[in-house]
């Protein structure tokens, strides 16, 4: 059975199918498992910083783990701040399956998609990889074709997995806590350890389910009718956030 923390992806700037992931377990190495710690399920706590997005649809709400991708998280809260994803397009949507819920929204660049993003580092920015996240459903992930990464980022959607890739997660070595973690959740957990996720979607996800769900071209993905970030701010209030959204088991 699995129980989704959304079902929708939202994406800064390619498609994740231009960047081929390795196959599961490739790269995996040993550590002490002990020491993972699955911050996605955990409680928000006051004083979390969390991003509001507007968009043309109503707003959602994402935590972000600074502790995992400092500057990733850096990057993101300073671009919000200057008003960087203000009136951006949702420039992509990726939906390979009608029924399954398996899609993602690009957008974070206001580019076309061939071309990067933004960044507040004069050097590039490298992936930061934490063992701690995985790239479950409402995972945002910073999309780093080039191997470094800037504003474009995309929201993992719904992706139940399958029995066969659980076995294989088991026998690639896979830590249990996130064999467990993507059994339960879903996800792609080809690109664990491939991507770095910065947030989750905590709030919000019919939102992001409805622009996934907009009409589009079929030849280029772009929505037939434009979907739109409003304004994105950073909260810092920290009052009684939820749990990440739980969708019923299946």
Not at 115 to 123: L, M, Q
Not at 157 to 170: A, C, F, K, N, Y
Request: net charge negative.
């Amino acid at each position: 059975m699995v129980k989704q923390l959304s079902s929708v992806v939202l994406s800064a700037c390619m498609l994740l199918t231009m960047s081929a992931c390795a196959p599961l377990g490739q790269g995996i190495k040993s550590f002490d498992q002990s020491k993972i710690v699955l911050m996605q399920t955990e409680q928000m706590v006051a004083g979390e910083d969390i991003a509001v997005v507007e968009t043309s649809q109503g707003d959602f709400k994402m935590r972000f783990f600074p502790s995992e991708a400092p500057k990733t998280v850096e990057n993101f809260i300073q671009l919000a701040k200057s008003g960087y994803f203000d009136g951006q397009k949702i420039s992509y949507i990726e939906r390979q399956q009608e029924e399954s819920g398996k899609c993602r929204l690009f957008a974070g660049s206001g580019k076309p998609l061939t071309e990067p993003g933004e960044s507040i580092y004069d050097e590039p920015l490298e992936q930061e990889i934490s063992y701690n996240l995985g790239t479950i459903p409402g995972a945002v992930v910073a999309y780093a074709p080039e191997g470094t990464v800037d504003s474009r980022f995309y929201i993992s959607g719904t992706h139940p997995v399958s029995r066969e890739e659980i076995e294989q997660l088991t026998a690639s070595n896979y830590p249990s806590q996130l064999v467990e973690l993507f059994e339960d959740y879903g996800g792609y957990p080809d690109e664990w350890l491939h991507r770095t996720v910065f947030a989750q979607v905590v709030e919000g996800m019919d939102v992001v389910d409805a622009i996934a769900s907009t009409p589009r071209n079929m030849m280029t993905n772009k929505p037939k009718k434009d979907q739109r970030m409003g304004k994105v701010r950073v909260d810092t209030k920290g009052v009684d956030y939820p749990e990440p959204e739980k969708l019923p088991e299946r």
